[in-house]
């Protein structure tokens, strides 16, 4: 049995696209895992939904630290536990690498995956999604239909 209905990712930059994604889910009864909810407090950077700092300064610094770093591997393995137990895969564009790789990891591991944005290109990867959403009001139709 899943832990969760969805496993939600995307970028931080793009956390304002992710949190309508993230609500629209639970609106409809279903239980998501969503990366933008941690909360991380590092030696070299503290990160979180509502911190006032500026999340790009925050992913710049991010970006550069080490592959080994303890915090790194926290979130990594947060995420990827998180992954493991979820139904169905779903990626808000625009994302970065990371999310990309994510939804090789998916389906890899079998998940149904969605995609909800824009893609910025035709790319054959991006058959790896069940379905791409334009727009959060596709989504939340297909969740009600989904659920009932």
Avoid at 79 to 84: K, L, V
Avoid at 89 to 108: K, R
Wanted: aromatic fraction near 10%.
């Amino acid at each position: 049995m899943s832990k969760y209905d969805f496993f939600i990712a995307g970028r931080w930059r793009n956390k304002d696209n992710i949190i309508p994604v993230v609500d629209a889910v639970r609106a409809n009864g279903l239980s998501a895992y969503c990366f933008i909810e941690n909360a991380y407090k590092g030696e070299k950077l503290s990160f979180n939904i509502n911190s006032q700092e500026d999340i790009e300064t925050s992913m710049q610094q991010s970006e550069i630290m080490p592959q080994d770093d303890p915090m790194i591997r926290k979130i990594f393995t947060n995420d990827i536990d998180a992954e493991r137990h979820a139904d169905n895969f779903l990626l808000v564009l625009p994302a970065g690498i990371a999310g990309h790789i994510e939804a090789g990891v998916a389906y890899g591991m079998g998940k149904k995956c969605y995609a909800i944005g824009t893609p910025e290109k035709t790319e054959t990867l991006y058959c790896v999604f069940d379905k791409i959403f334009p727009d959060i009001e596709s989504l939340v139709m297909w969740l009600a239909h989904k659920n009932n």
